[in-house]
Structure formats: structure tokens, C-alpha cells
């Protein structure tokens, strides 16, 4: 009997379908294993042949795990709110619930082809009111919060206002927007619309005026890492700095217990890198500066203040707060226009840009606080305002961006660690011994740190402080397709919805474009308004929904609560996940962020989300290029390019076969090519390769719908591990089908026609025993 995999794959996946074979079981005695895919966003395009390389390893292993006698949850959802569903929608005027649900059924219909070993009855879609209730009402629980930073985590804000009540913020340990300060008396004196002001202050998602990267084309704020090189990520377009009323989250709090966690978690050292980027921890002290004729006073964070005596100058970020005030009448009119130059320039930008050197001097002067030195006052764009205090005692001597800023403007250079030539270059070294620097001369840089920071704090000046790059994460987008945010706002005063009034549902709009006084398109509903007061219009980002989906998959239908104890008591939480790592510092820190705002909640019972993660590797596309001559309608082969005068053009692989252009097909591929010429090697045309991101732009897509048609599910799934290493990226080659197809001929012979009832040998077994072993070990190694 022949191989015939329509038979096969069609008989069996109506089995399991029907069967319910891959249903998980809270109830079980088994062990449990959750095994997690990053869910998809369903877009127009429908998967390549790239998408599925992650699922497909996911469900060996979840397989793997089934034989080895584990009660695995394998589930699969869709990350369904998002900007294209809506970009259309603004195009097409056609809802994007419509698209979105178009687009999931040809999502599924591709997923079961592949034969996965989903429990599709655990399905979610973040756009589904019966889940973002749920998102909704999480929300509701971090509104309601504050952390307690002497206890390590947050409480119910009900706590914070006990706190205030008995001792005004004395004796506070919590972490805040802004340092606050009155008494229990004070506060009790505070009108509703003052104690509501101050209490965002500290709850978790708060709201505040702050600075947000705002993207005119788009109509929206984008979070940090949706913006590359001072564009958005998705569409290219413009960001600039912008000050708004704007929800956030208060993930800042989370900085320590994220990096701890991470000691804790089997995730690959480069992820874990790139969040301890992210996060940024830096241990430093903060210093006070009195300013000369000034009551004002000057905090700087630094890393290094065993160089405090080697300050030249301070540089304030032009947005410093105390720019103005400081700035003598010489100097107004240029510190203005510096100002409104660098207020051009993203923070991004900024960072980025280490070669262009630009400040402006303020006329002031800041007072050395252990030998009365007088310190002119500069401002520059290479400070930034949001890191820190906005304010660096400057040491040209032994910072880099110090020492080309002084070069710039001629300004003078100390030497105070040894060791180096600051003449040429400045000495950033962390180990030497301190020079010309009073009480710390000739200590080591270890103990001079110290001894600085002891005298600071003697002098009441200063202190050791830790830093943490990790800013408050934006909460609200000016955009339809998102979960509404469940307040309303009473004379001003944002509340929260009932529970029992969850979901908020989206309204109907006319238009999903903002309006015309630059409101989010919300605003556009006809009634959107709760108890008769107005309800928030806009909406959560992208990452809400997909920070918790992978608890709502342990109890997908319960309508009762996000997730029972029961459920949660038996699955706790992901064992293994895979997905990519271009969520690195998005996704899956917010989601390490909510979980562990859950357990502080008492509604998980562990403190990470996910134990082991694998990030998959890219499958590439191997593009087709065809020669074309320049302003002629000719094609030349690859070997006889070079005596022409040609360019290179995408072909759609498609067309080819190995390496060879089917040039009928070519023709008919596009009017303009319906009367080309070609110049034939032996008879054929050759294309030239090309390996590049998958993508329909470079006509190099495969649909895995096509593979499975000719080849089948199994083929698929053993070439895309036969490709490599999971982890590695790695080129699609079609003709590397044909291998694995015939090895599966071969194997399907050998079923029919191998078998006999003799005992085994014994070098039968050993060879039975070192193919199991070794089967083993490849799939526990990915
Ligand atoms: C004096 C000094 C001397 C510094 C020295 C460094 C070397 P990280 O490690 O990133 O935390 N800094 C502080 N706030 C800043 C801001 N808002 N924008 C730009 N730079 C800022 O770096 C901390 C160091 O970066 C601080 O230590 C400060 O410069 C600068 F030999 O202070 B340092």
C-alpha cells in the first residue's frame, strides 16, 4: 500500500477532534506539564511556512511528555486586538471584529492541517468581552494597590490610606511618583478630589501627566520598545516627545524583584541579558549641590562619586526643572533656544547620537560641596531627563560623554584616578588609586566610593542609592481596537466600575479615527457613559491582554473568576515556553510583572510565569532573483549576467524549481512581463538566491497549506526540526522536502512489509534501545 497522507492526516485528525484527545484534566492524578506557544496575532496573511516552527516544537515536546505519562496542557489562542485589524478599519470602514474573526478561521483551518495537539476547548482571544472582562478586572486590582517597599510588595491601597490617616506619610515606605509630605490631620483635612490626586500617586496603575512617545500617523503613544531609531516599530513612522494625561503602570516597583527572578528561571542568557539591560540597575549615590545665590540645590545620581573631586562642570538636562530659575540674564536668551532645539530630539535620539556634542552654559555656578569649588552649570542634551535626577556632576577626566563635552567647549579636565592619559582619552577604569582629591587621596576606588558616601551622609547631603533604568510602563492608547479601561471620572475624580458591571464593552462607533477635537475615537460613541458620569475613552495596550492569557488557558470558561484556586492549585504555572525573542523586553517582562503583582495579590501560587523558555530561531526565505537589463524588457540566466548590463528583480519562488525559472509562468506572473525576452544557459534560465526574512514583499513566501497538500503534515513538521537546531535561524529550502519525503516512503515499506513475529536479536534490541535513547535526548535537547 502506498504512503497516502490525505488519508492518514484526514482519519486522524477527525479522531481527535472528535475524541477529544488532547483534552487536559484539572482532575487528574498524573503530574501536570504546560507546555505554552506564544499565541499568534491573527493577521490578514495567514501563516507561512515560518510561523508554525515553534508550535511544531512545542507539540513534539507536549507529545513527548503524554508518552511519558504527564497530564499536559497544550492550549492555543489569539492575541486578537491590535493595530492592523484597526488600520484596515480606518481604510475600509469594515469592523475590525469582522476582519479579526475572518482572520482567526483561516488561522485555525491552517493550524489543523498541521496536525497540532491543541485542547482548542481552552481557546481565548484577548478581544473577547467574556476575556477582557477579566483584563478589565485586573485592572480594577492594580488600581487598588500600592507597593509597600519596606515589605517588599504591593497591598490592598486600603492599607496606604490607614497609613495616612494614623500618620500622614511618616514613617512611608512606598513607592511614588513624587516625594509627597503632610500629616494624618493634613490629610484628613484634604477634599475627595486632593486625596484622589494623592493617592495616584502611589497606586499601581495611575494616572499622571507624563512625557509619552507620541506618533502623529498612528493617532497614538507607543510604549518604549514599540519605537526603533526614533520611528515606530510597525509602519516606520515618526515619534516625537510629547506631554499628556496618560495611565500607567507602576512596573518601576518590580525593578529588583524582576532582575531576583531571573537567577531563578531556565531562560537562555541572552534573554535574561537583555532584560537586566533593560532593567538597568545601577548602584551609585545621590549628591547634593548647593547653587551659588541660590536657596535651590542640585541632586545628581552617580556611579562614581570617588571622583567628586575631579568635577568640572554640572550638566543639567535641559528639561531640568531648575533650568530656568537658575539661568542668569546673559544667558536666557541662548539657554531658550538650546531648549527648544533639543526638545526636537527624542530621548531615543539622544541616547543614540554619541557624536554630535552640543549644551549651553546657564551662567550659574554650583558650590563643591567638601572644598567650596565653584562649578559652572551647563545644560546638554546627553543628560536625560527622565534618568536619575535629570542632573550629572560632570568628571571630563573620567567619563567618556564628560570628556568630549569638555573637549567641545574647552573646558578643563582633572585627573583623579590614576593610570590613565586624560589628556587623550578619558580613564574610565573602576579599579586604581584615587589622586588629588583631598581625604580620598591614594585610597583604593572601592573604599574612596565609600568613604564619599559616609561623608555625604554625615553631612546630610547624600547617600548610597540604587538606580534602575526601568521607567513606569504606559497604560492607555488613543485607539479603538483595545480593552476600554473600567473608570469613569466623578467632577474629575477617576473610579472604578462595579464587577458586576464588567465587561465594559466596546462601543459602536461611526468612525475609528479620532475626532475632530483630537479625542480617541471612544469619544465617538453616541452613549459611552457610566452612572451618568463619563467613562474613560481610552484604551489598554497591546500587552495588556497578552500578560495574563496564559493563566485564563488553565480555566478558559469560568465566567465565575480570571482563574479558580482549583485550577490554579493544579497548574500553577508554564513549564515550558516557546516563543520569540523579539518579546525579550515587552511581553515578557510585563508578564513577569503581572505575575508578580498576581502573587503579592494572593491570586497565583508561584513567582515567575514561566520556568523554561526556548526562543525559537527565524526561518528564512531563499528568494529567486532574476537579471534584468537595464531599461530593456530581457532577462538574462545567471551564468551570462556579468556581460550585461543588468539589475536584479524578486521573482516569486514559486516559479522556480531548484533553480530553474519556469518562464511561461514568469510571463504570466505580472502584465508587464507578458512579452519579455530571456537569454537561455544550455537551454534554461537560471536564478540567482538570495536568503532573507520571509516575506511577501521579497515573493519568497511558502504556505505551509501547499507543502502539506503535495507532502503532507508529518513531512512538514520532521523538516522543519530537520532544519537545525530550534534555536538557530536557518533557510527554507523546498527541495529539502524531497529528502524527508523519502524517507518517510521508506519507513511506511518497512511498516508494511517489515515485521515478522521472531524473537528479536540481540543486536536488534541494541539497536531498538540506542534508537530509543537517542530519541530521547534529541527531543529533551530541542
Ligand atoms: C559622575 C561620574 C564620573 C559618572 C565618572 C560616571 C563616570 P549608569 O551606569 O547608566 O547608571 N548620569 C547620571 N544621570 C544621568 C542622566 N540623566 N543622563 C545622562 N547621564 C547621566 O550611569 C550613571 C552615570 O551616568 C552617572 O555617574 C552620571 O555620570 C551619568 F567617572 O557621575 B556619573
Redesign the pocket.
Known sequence: MEYNHKDIEAKWQKIWAEEKTFKAEEHSKLPKYYVLDMFPYPSGAGLHVGHPLGYIASDIYSRYKRHKGFNVLHPMGYDSFGLPAEQYAIQTGQHPAITTENNIARYREQLDKIGFSFDWDREVRTSNPDYYRWTQWIFKQFFNAWYNTSADKAENIETLIAHFEANGTSDLTAAQTEELSFTAEEWKGFDEQKQSDILLNYRLAYRSESMVNWCPELGTVLANDEVKDGVSERGGYPVVQKKMMQWSMRISAYAQRLLDGLDTIDWSTALKESQRNWI?R?E?ASLEFKIQDSTSKIE?????????F??RFM?L?PEHELVNAITTEEYKDAVRAYKEMAARRSERDR?ADTKTISGQFTGAYAVHPFNGELIPIWIGD??????????????P???S??WAFAKHFDLPIKE??AGGNITET?H?VKDGTIVNSDFITDMAVADAVKAVCDKAEEMGIGEAKI?Y?LRDAIFGRQRYWGEPIPVYYENDIPKLMDDADLPLNLPEVDKYLPTEDGEPPLARAKVFTYKGFEVETTTMPGWAGSSWYFLRYMDAQNDGSFVSNEAMEYWQNVDLYIGGSEHATGHLLYARFWHKFFEDMGLVNSQEPFKKLINQGMIQGTSALVFRVKGENKFISKGLKDSYDTYPLHADVNLVNGSELNIEGFKNWRVEFNDAEFVLEDGKYIVGHEVEKMSKRWYNVVNPDDVISQYGADVLRMYEMFLGPLEQSKPWNTQGLSGVNGFFKKLWKLYQNGFSDEKATEGELKTLHACIKKVNEDIENF
Open positions: 538597568g545601577s551609585g545628581v545620581f552617580t556611579t562614581r562619586p570617588d571622583t567628586i575631579g568635577v550638566t538636562a541616547m546627553y543628560v536625560l531627563a527622565s534618568y536619575g535626577t535629570g542632573a550629572v556632576m560632570a568628571v577626566g573620567h567619563d560623554r564628560d583623579v584616578v578619558a574610565e538606580n533604568r
